[in-house]
């Protein structure tokens, strides 16, 4: 079922729920009414004001965060392990544990994003990993970078579910989708500033202050601007946004209500928490999640590393690092309108992961003297990255449920942690130089979500359909109801709103 589908499902909701806090949306709708036909008309403009004033803050966001996490990677290449001196697969565990504190620290994230509005949320953990960053100049050994790696993951941790959590509150469902690409192209223009950065910095002489240690201070500084701007600038919702006014805003909220996810309750509702762990279709994400960012370890970590072994001087593998994030920005814009204008995420996701098993296959299989067509495996893996903002859009675009929203959200982004905890381990120092079986868990992991894939939308299918079925054996009309209605605004979850139909 498309969107546009959804738009004529019956908006009626389930509300024996009556003791569940309704969304501030709602309070805010009351207040002011509902929009005149002015305002209603006005939809594309406001449309317009929403993605000036959010996306490209998103953006930078999701740049930095790309960009400050591989510096590590970076730093493999322009002295970093030498001079910490590093041993055996101490540059993979420092690797891991950045992703492990990320994994750990989704739970304190979802319980935050139900109480702290997600721009403010999101803003505090920007400065404070922009800080974590530059710290990690002052590393001398192992254990300092692993302190320096473990902080940096605590706090990048807000990202994901911070930034989803935002574009679902300001779209309805077919808009999210190339929203969510247009921030999430921050990782492939952090592959480009990332290799152009470590070129660069590589230059620097100094033996005091290597141009790695100097590479993470003017990072994490600039990220820390970056953090406070966002605390200030990203409203806590559209109720609060400075560049529209109470009409405009009347009117975006008429426009998502077909979402029936909610815009913002600041309630903990426990039983949401419980039904999420029982959720079939968030189990198949939680596994495809995983799968799928299994390759996205083994590029933001070892890419780099892998080409240098290729024979390349550390300076020229910085450089052919950089069309890989060309790929990454294609393939997501790519899909991103794509699942606009056709939806079909479970297919484009597929088609995402054909590249990326071809790649792995390249890079497993090839004889490690052609090089030309082990830079290509590299570079087709990189398709791998825009499934990653399928399944985010995805998944705010099929839980509904304030607190089961923000607890699903933490979850998928402690999948893609998962994933990276896996991928850097596949890299084992006995495999050195060509790293074989960190090759082929890429194509296996690849082809396994490309499955999970199919299995999601054939559950999707039969779960619509059941719910259609329901409904005439109800008796219930299936009418295009007013769209603000309170049920629209109940803070049901998807499973208790029996009008709720899920997208694939």
Not at 132 to 148: E, K, P, S
Request: contains cysteine.
């Amino acid at each position: 079922m498309s969107e546009k589908d959804g738009h004529t499902v019956s908006s009626h909701a389930t509300t024996s729920n009556d003791h569940k806090e309704t969304d501030q949306a709602l309070v805010f709708l009351k207040q002011v009414g509902a929009p005149t036909e002015e305002g209603r008309e006005d939809l594309q403009r406001i449309r317009r004001k929403v993605d000036w004033n959010i996306i490209p803050i998103l953006f930078v966001c999701y740049t930095l965060q790309f960009i400050d996490k591989v510096a590590l990677n970076y730093g493999a290449v322009m002295g970093l392990p030498k001079d910490l001196h590093l041993k055996g697969n101490d540059f993979s565990n420092a690797g891991t544990a950045f992703f492990i504190a990320y994994l750990i620290a989704e739970i304190p994230n979802a319980m935050a994003l139900n109480k702290v509005p997600a721009g403010k949320w999101l803003g505090i953990n920007v400065a404070l990993w922009g800080i974590a960053t530059a710290c990690t100049a002052a590393a001398h050994n192992y254990h300092t970078l692993l302190v320096a790696r473990i902080f940096l993951g605590i706090f990048e941790a807000a990202i994901a579910p911070s930034l989803m959590m935002i574009s679902s509150q300001w779209y309805n469902k077919s808009e999210q989708a190339p929203r969510f690409s247009l921030w999430y192209t921050g990782l492939g223009v952090g592959q480009i500033v990332g290799g152009a950065l470590s070129f660069g910095f590589q230059h620097v002489t100094s033996k005091t202050l290597p141009g790695w240690k100097l590479l993470f201070i003017v990072l994490g500084v600039f990220t820390f601007v970056v953090g406070i701007i966002t605390f200030f600038v990203v409203p806590d919702s559209p109720m609060t946004a400075r560049f529209l006014n109470d009409q405009q805003k009347a009117a975006l909220l008429q426009h998502i209500s077909v979402n029936k996810t909610g815009v913002r309750s600041k309630e903990v509702t426990l039983s949401h928490v419980k039904e999420a762990l029982f959720d079939v279709q968030l189990w198949l994400m939680t596994i495809m999640t995983i799968c799928i960012s299994v390759s996205s370890g083994v590029i933001t970590t070892y890419s780099a590393t892998v080409i240098r072994n290729f024979g390349y001087t550390p300076k020229k593998s910085a450089l052919l690092n950089m069309p890989g994030g060309v790929i990454s920005i294609f393939s997501t814009l790519l899909v991103g309108y794509g699942v606009r204008y056709t939806s079909n995420r479970w297919a484009w996701l597929v088609a995402c992961c054909i590249p990326g098993i071809i790649g792995g296959a390249l890079m497993s299989f090839l004889p490690k003297h052609n090089h030309s067509g082990l830079l290509a495996g590299i570079y087709m893996v990189n398709f791998v990255v825009a499934t990653l903002a399928v399944i985010y859009q995805w998944t705010a675009a099929n839980v509904a449920g304030t607190t089961k929203r923000a607890f699903s959200l933490a979850l998928i982004s402690g999948s893609f942690s998962v994933g990276n905890i896996i991928g850097p381990q596949t890299f084992q120092a006995k495999d050195a130089p060509q790293y074989i079986p960190a090759k082929i868990a890429v194509l296996a992991t690849q082809a396994a979500g490309a499955l999970v894939a199919i299995v999601l939308f054939a559950y999707y299918v039969w779960e619509n359909k059941r719910r259609d079925q329901a409904e005439q054996v109800q008796g219930e009309k299936t009418d295009a109801a007013s769209v603000n209605s309170e049920g629209d605004w109940a803070n049901l979850t998807d499973r208790e709103n029996k009008s709720f139909r899920y997208v694939y």
